[in-house]
């Protein structure tokens, strides 16, 4: 069964430090999703990207947050100066139309900013 | 302010109980999700409703569109539906952003 990957599974970075979350969406999907989780809290949209750009994003994705589909196989989500906040599990999502919505998870990757 | 909310918080039942697992929401809306996480953190997509009622194996979503509000029905349940079930809503006249409810933990007790 096709399946979204995510790498690291876990991330341990220091305050100020730029991380950069992979994911490797299923292959013939066209939509792709970062969402957020903190601990013990609600899952939360960050940002939708079709066709090489941004299609969507929340208030939570400021200018310290980019997305990049940098060589058609990998999505990936940056963080430029991580803050003690930013602690959480982030998912990676892609589907094959928009309509569908989440379509497939990745299993996320705890980034943890000490 | 939460525009979509879940009831129960917290639901434990012994297998083989039906169950249903609210949610109701502020927000126009095109869609609503119901999603599965596992005690792992890992997400499911389990159903998505515009109108009407979908069914996957022992699995019910229900939605009201006018009453703003949509079930999720679990019948025979069995340890193995043990996980956090989670509402989430695509407002409408957006392409895909989304609410999220804060969840049902849903303990299931052989």
């Known amino acids: 069964e096709p399946e979204v990957t995510q790498t690291p599974s876990h991330q341990v970075t220091q305050m100020g430090q730029e991380v950069i979350l992979r994911c490797v969406p299923i292959s013939n999907h066209l939509y792709f999703y970062w969402y957020r989780q903190i601990l013990g809290q609600k899952v939360e949209f960050l940002v939708s990207f079709y066709n090489n750009e941004i299609s969507e994003k929340s208030e939570i994705f400021d200018d310290q947050f980019s997305v990049e589909r940098p060589d058609g196989s990998n999505f990936t989500l940056k963080i430029r100066s991580t803050k003690l906040e930013d602690s959480a599990m982030y998912f990676c999502a892609s589907s094959d139309g928009g309509r569908t919505g989440f379509g497939f998870f990745g299993q996320g990757t705890r980034l943890t900013v000490v | 302010k939460n525009e979509v909310e879940q009831s129960p918080q917290n639901l434990t039942a012994q297998e083989g109980e039906f169950i249903t697992i609210n949610c109701s929401y502020s927000?126009?809306?095109?869609?609503l999700h119901w999603l599965q996480q596992h005690p792992g953190g890992g997400i499911v997509s389990l159903f998505m409703l515009s109108s009407g009622k979908k069914k996957h194996g022992r699995l019910i979503a229900t939605i009201n569109i006018q009453e703003k509000h949509s079930s999720l029905h679990i019948t025979a349940s069995h340890p193995r539906d043990s996980a956090v079930y989670i509402c989430a809503v695509r407002l409408i006249n957006t392409g895909n952003q989304f609410y999220f409810g804060t969840g049902t933990s849903l303990t299931v007790i052989p």
């Open positions: 927000v126009g809306i095109s869609a």
